[in-house]
């Protein structure tokens, strides 16, 4: 049975993701992360939460713990991520496409 990740499992795996960055992604990242916090997404017509991880000048990075993968976003006018992909990126990956 599925059940939300932790904030404390998602640290750790977060410590686990960085070991896998470049040095030039890991210094990126450790220059916009924050505490984990819970934002409201919108998921097949319902609102749910995820964990923002890092907050840029243009959005945040967060984490799906449906799809188990990190992404890109930002609020909606309702104060929720509206618009979300169903990946499953590891933080390298999200890293590596902001770096574009």
């Keep these: 049975m599925w059940r939300s990740i932790s904030e404390s499992e998602l640290k750790e795996l977060i410590d686990r993701e960085l070991k896998k960055c ?3 992604e ?3 990242f450790t220059r916009y992360r924050v505490s984990p916090y819970k934002v409201p997404i919108h ?6 939460e995820v964990f923002v991880v890092a907050e840029l000048p243009s959005g945040f990075i967060y984490y799906e713990d449906v ?6 976003g930002s609020l909606g ?3 929720a991520i509206s ?3 169903c990946n499953q990126y590891e933080l390298k990956h999200v890293l590596s496409r902001l770096k574009r």
């Design 83 to 85: 618009k979300q992909g």
């Design 77 to 79: 006018t309702d104060g």
């Design 22 to 24: 470049t040095s030039e």
């Design 26 to 28: 890991h210094n990126f």
């Design 67 to 72: 799809e188990e993968g990190f992404e890109f």
């Design 43 to 48: 998921r097949l017509g319902n609102l749910e």
